[in-house]
């Protein structure tokens, strides 16, 4: 029945609008999968476990969060033992200050707090 008779115009212009927005939809789906396929990151580093350490005091160390570390090592979700070696997103590494400039910072301060005292 439907092609039997003749095409008409406004029947037409409703599929194919129909056809070309379902088309959209389904590449736009696909690329939203595609950017979502997992973790990525241009600067790896490996972390060996020290005895002690735990996934928050490593996120800390890096400055990054504990589920940055879990996306690129999933058997970190368990637990992580002594010696395991970790991927960690390095976009961020904490680079700690020395006990000379951790002293010298405290006595700046200490400074600046007599200064308003004045």
Known sequence: MLFTNKLNPKIMKKKLLFFLA??????????QVADNEGPKSDNLVTHKVE???????????YRIKPT???????????????????QIPADRKYVPKSKKNKQDDDNQISQDATATKE
């Open 22 to 31: 379902a088309m959209f939809c389904f590449v736009y789906a696909n690329a």
């Open 68 to 86: 940055d570390i879990y996306d690129f090592n999933p058997d970190a979700v368990n637990g992580i033992a002594y010696n395991t070696v970790l």
């Open 51 to 61: 005895m002690g350490e735990t996934v928050m005091l490593i996120a800390k160390k």
